[in-house]
């Protein structure tokens, strides 16, 4: 299994355009600190890639990846419009993850798109995405299967006590593409969190937010990618444990960062976040799992966003990292 990060940002990126903070502040001073809103690609056959969500930046990380640009195709030699991107998973409805299909409006032939009902809903009826791009290209709509795991999901307070091993669950996954031997991905329920924009509109659910469960036959080789987290479930601690990769909301560095900043009044976990320290973080919970573990969509006021904070020390004791836009990680 081939990863491609393109980007470990949360929404308004980093620089954030309205935003002076201090770590807005020092990315447009070091422009190596910048990054691009969290997105994922991943390889599911040869020459054919899947986005895992489609954010603002699409074009900027489709041209800052080799591997997703146009050009030769080899069963029918030179073709100036043959792209390897294939389609997009959606892990929610939220703007910064979904605006980016509308960048897709040049696709030949039509863009395949993955989600749970009320996600697919909400970019149809609340964003009218499908009628924007009607007119432009085809959109295939398909549906997400949902893992619940051992149990549903619920908040215990502290990790589950859970034995080391594969994940019980049986549910299958859906295959990404026409290759049933390539990459398979399942949903993980995470939250009932709904964008501002679908308040009020379809079923309370807890598939408005899921991770995304990415499997590949050939090798049985796992990755969990979960760049929102508002609840450490007893399936999400399952699937966590039996990956080989695990991708992590790490918006807030603490729970009291967001109030700390000043620009609300809400904790983390108030906004639907999970932060990385304290008593309800997810640090200790990765701490000690088999598979390697990253942070990404990270706020523009985490420290994480400078490559010299002392933060960055603290995660390397922990065994844990902060993902980085560009970086490669082959399973």
Not at 10 to 38: E, I, M, S, V, Y
Request: hydrophobic share 40%.
């Amino acid at each position: 299994m081939l990863l491609q990060v393109l980007g470990t940002a949360a929404g308004g990126g980093l620089p954030q355009w309205n935003c002076a903070c201090p770590g807005c502040t020092g990315a447009r001073a070091h422009p190596a600190r910048r990054r691009r809103h969290a997105a994922l690609a991943v390889r599911t056959g040869e020459d054919r890639w899947y986005l895992v969500n489609a954010t603002p930046d699409l074009g900027d990380q489709i041209e800052a990846t080799p591997a997703l640009h146009p050009g030769a195709r080899s069963d029918v030699g030179s073709d100036i419009r043959h792209t390897p991107l294939a389609g997009v998973v959606l892990t929610d409805a939220e703007l910064d993850h979904t605006l980016g299909l509308a960048r897709l409006r040049e696709a030949r032939d039509g863009v395949d798109v993955v989600a749970t009902p009320p996600v697919r809903d909400a970019v149809r009826e609340g964003l009218r995405l499908d009628a924007l791009l009607e007119p432009y290209t085809a959109v295939r709509w398909r549906e997400l299967p949902v893992d619940r795991g051992p149990s549903p999901a619920v908040d215990r307070g502290s990790p589950p006590t859970l034995a080391p091993g594969p994940s019980p669950t049986v549910t299958p996954g859906l295959p990404l593409g026409e290759d049933a031997a390539g990459i398979h991905v399942v949903a993980v329920p995470v939250s009932a969190k709904r964008p501002r924009y679908a308040a009020g509109t379809g079923p309370d659910t807890d598939t408005w937010s899921v991770a995304l469960r990415l499997t590949e036959p050939a090798t049985g080789r796992t990755a969990l990618y979960a760049p929102a987290l508002a609840v450490w479930s007893d399936a999400f601690e399952a699937a966590a444990r039996a990956a080989d990769c695990v991708f992590v909301d790490g918006t807030f560095w603490d729970d009291d960062e967001p109030v700390r900043a000043g620009f609300t009044t809400r904790t983390a976990t108030a906004m639907g976040h999970l932060p990385i320290t304290g008593p309800t973080g997810t640090a200790h919970r990765l701490t000690g799992l088999p598979g390697r573990c990253l942070y990404t969509h990270l706020n523009n006021t985490n420290p994480l966003g400078d490559p010299h904070a002392e933060q960055h020390k603290s995660l390397a004791e922990w065994g844990l990292e902060a993902a980085t836009d560009g970086m490669v990680i082959e399973l």
